[in-house]
T-cell receptor, first 119, second 116 residues
Framework: GNSVTQMEGPVTLSEEAFLTINCTYT??????LFWYVQYPGEGLQLLLK?????DKGSNKGFEATYRKETTSFHLEKGSVQVSDSAVYFC??????????????????FGQGTILTVHP | GAVVSQHPSWVICKSGTSVKIECRSL??????MFWYRQFPKQSLMLMAT?????????EQGVEKDKFLINHASLTLSTLTVTSAHPEDSSFYIC????????????FGPGTRLLVL
């Protein structure tokens, strides 16, 4: 079956440090890959996604590249801020593309990585 | 952006009682809603998928008579934990997806349930 493995946290960084959160996956076929972020007291929000090999998703300074050869989708940010402190979830989904666009099936999540950024 | 709310945000109940959790899409119509369960320091586990007006589809290992899901309207789904026991204590999260935004699930803030 499908599975997602994230690096264990928590991750603690100083402001302006470089961030990497590793994510690898196991899936049949060609899943779509996602990073979700959960800020304290809020629901999960989609941070970025990539739907095919070598795609790079990016948002708010975060990037992740879909690497099929290594089955990875590592999240990176060049300079983190205190406001980036949150829980980050890697996820995958199998999608179907039809006339109306792409429909994604159920999401399979990694265990989440807590990031704390200090001033 | 699309907003999904959950109510209550936390609940404490006695063993043997039933608890209802509501999930609402506030500014869009949700044709599909998902219910997840999250244990401390663990991933979100999908419990069931519900489509408006039809029966929910439960994941393997999830007791449908224990976790009753109703998706009676395009903006509301409810999860009822029946005859709750301490092992049902967990963080329950819903998400909603509209037919116009097939690729995106919008998540609620979660409901923390503690069964004494």
């Amino acid at each position: 079956g499908n599975s997602v493995t994230q690096m264990e946290g928590p991750v603690t960084l100083s402001e302006e440090a470089f961030l990497t959160i590793n994510c690898t996956y196991t899936a049949t076929g060609y899943p779509s890959l996602f990073w979700y972020v959960q800020y304290p007291g809020e629901g999960l929000q989609l941070l970025l996604k990539a739907t095919k090999a070598d795609d790079k998703g990016s948002n708010k300074g975060f990037e992740a590249t879909y690497r099929k050869e290594t089955t990875s989708f590592h999240l990176e940010k060049g300079s983190v801020q205190v406001s980036d402190s949150a829980v980050y979830f890697c996820a995958l989904s199998k999608g179907r593309t039809g006339a109306g666009g792409t429909s994604y099936g159920k999401l399979t999540f990694g265990q989440g990585t807590i990031l704390t950024v200090h001033p | 952006g699309a907003v999904v709310s959950q109510h209550p945000s936390w609940v404490i109940c006695k063993s043997g009682t039933s608890v209802k959790i509501e999930c609402r899409s506030l500014d869009f119509q949700a044709t599909t809603m998902f219910w997840y369960r999250q244990f401390p320091k663990q991933s979100l586990m999908l419990m069931a998928t519900s489509n408006e007006g039809s029966k929910a589809t439960y994941e393997q290992g999830v007791e449908k008579d224990k976790f009753l899901i109703n998706h009676a309207s395009l903006t509301l789904s409810t999860l009822t934990v029946t005859s709750a026991h301490p092992e049902d204590s967990s963080f329950y999260i819903c998400s909603a997806r509209s037919g116009e935004q097939l690729g995106t699930q919008y998540f609620g803030p979660g409901t923390r349930l503690l069964v004494l």
